[in-house]
Nanobody, 121 residues
Framework: QVKLVESGGGLVQPGGSLRLSCAAS????????MGWYRQAPGKQRELVAS???????NYADSVKGRFTISRDNANNTVYLQMASLKPEDTAVYYC???????????????WGQGTQVTVSS
């Protein structure tokens, strides 16, 4: 099993910045991709940003130019640097890892518990 530990959430004023981090641990053979999703009350969970083990990234249109995802493959850690935060960024942010524990396994989703990000004055 893969365990994800998230940190960095909190309360910030509009225009402020936060950095989220997520470290994956456990019996890991391969991580195909890591990413961040978010879910606001009454809304579906949506992809914010993702990054492959090779460094290829993609972002939701709503965060392009403001958020940056990065990873430390050696430590199985993914980061989300969030800048110019807006009230509409308020949500629970979930770390996601697509990975496997054996060479013959296809990657499957692992989820963190989520960390609250609140953008408000």
């Amino acid at each position: 099993q893969v365990k994800l530990v998230e940190s960095g959430g909190g309360l910030v004023q509009p225009g402020g910045s936060l950095r989220l981090s997520c470290a994956a641990s456990g019996s890991i053979f391969r991580i195909n991709a890591m990413g961040w999703y978010r879910q606001a009350p009454g809304k579906q969970r949506e992809l914010v940003a993702s990054i492959t083990s090779g460094g290829s990234t993609n972002y939701a249109d709503s965060v392009k130019g403001r958020f940056t995802i990065s990873r430390d493959n050696a430590n199985n850690t993914v980061y989300l640097q969030m800048a110019s935060l807006k009230p509409e960024d308020t949500a629970v942010y979930y770390c996601n890892v697509v990975g496997s524990t054996r060479w013959y396994e296809s990657g499957y989703n692992h989820w963190g518990q989520g960390t609250q990000v609140t953008v408000s004055s």
